[in-house]
């Protein structure tokens, strides 16, 4: 639903084209016999449910297809806003503004999606006035997302009122793009009916005991994701949930020391970071999908170790999808191929993805440092002679040796695949 994806831009194009030759073309195929335009004569209901997967701006130009066209748009349920397909900006707050007066508003809006961070912030007034239609038609708004620059406050007083949202995803800066401090998350939110919560760059606030549990009010919830998310002023950051069945955390850095997982219903974990939270309650015992992109931002044992408790955590995981970044941080655990598992013995499949080395420079880095003290706890010699290798150019190999024999110990029938990854990232 998020940030505007080229291959979106292309299959809207796409759509609108054959829309255009259902209504022009005189091929046979395309049309019967008495020149009848199908795509017209289909109930309103389902071209507006074709019309709902539009960016608004693509929506809107279908108006121009006949006089039946010309306001079907002003009734489509959903909006989609989006910046980066307007130059210059003005004519996205133009368009805005236009399309926010002329909309029937006696139509339910059901789902908003509202995009500018690749612009950098939006007018207050445009913001404020987005925000207010958004007020006046809460009763039936079922999916939010806000990813932009600007007032926090009039942005969570808003999301607060929508009490009927089963999706809610937030990327939100306060005081301008150049900010990169977390929001605070507020204790207070209460969204019963919320089944979807994807947040980016907030802040936990703790209470009492050193301990923080932020999502214990939406009791209905299936998937989370917390991405560039912290903790403050708590030591556990609590995950208790009935029906929680997605978890992901990506750009992991929650500065915690223990994450408290209770969700019995959890199928599926995924997780992008350096791994520094001990997990323990229910943990990842229920999981049956696994993805693990594992980095390390120092030389320090306790992120290797961390990974591997994992690991050890995983009774009955069907699919494991590891890096080669992630293999490495775990060859770092001392004598690790001596280590027994007691877990990954349901494992199915699974999947090595390789991450080209000239992309991450500096986790090559850390990586050889901590592979040189590895060698130097066992002696000089060793150390001395590896580091002789690296500067003669050898680089750490990306599935070091024996890491595959090792996680299959368990279940040396599964399917093993490898394939290459590229890493490539939009605004």
Known sequence: MYGYDMADSNEESMILEKMKRGRHSENENEENEEGEDRLSDLPDCII??????????????????????????????TLKLQSLIFSPRKHFSLF????LTLRDSSTALHALDLDLYCHGGIEPQLLKKILNYVCSHNNHLQELGIRVSGDSNLIMNCVSSCRALTSLKLSIRSGGSFNFENLLFPKSLNLPALTNLDLTRFTFCGGENSLVEPFSAFIKLRSLVISGCNVRDAQTLRISSETLVNLTMLDDSTGVDKMELCAPSLCTFTYSGMPTEKICGSGLSSVKQVYIDARIYTTCEKPPMTLLSWLLDLANVKSLTVTSTTLQTLSLVPDLLEVKLLSLCNLKSMEIKLKLPEVQPGFLYILKEAMLEKAAAKSRKEAAKLRREFKAGLQPHPVPDGMVDFLLQNSPSAKVDITTVYNMSVC
Do not use: D, E, G, Q
Not at 96 to 99: A, C, D, P, T, W
């Open 48 to 77: 507006l449910h074709i019309l709902s997967f539009l960016n608004t701006k693509h929506a809107v130009r279908t108006c121009v297809l006949s006089t039946k066209w010309k306001h079907l748009w002003k009734r489509i349920p």
């Open 96 to 99: 805005v503004s236009k399309i």
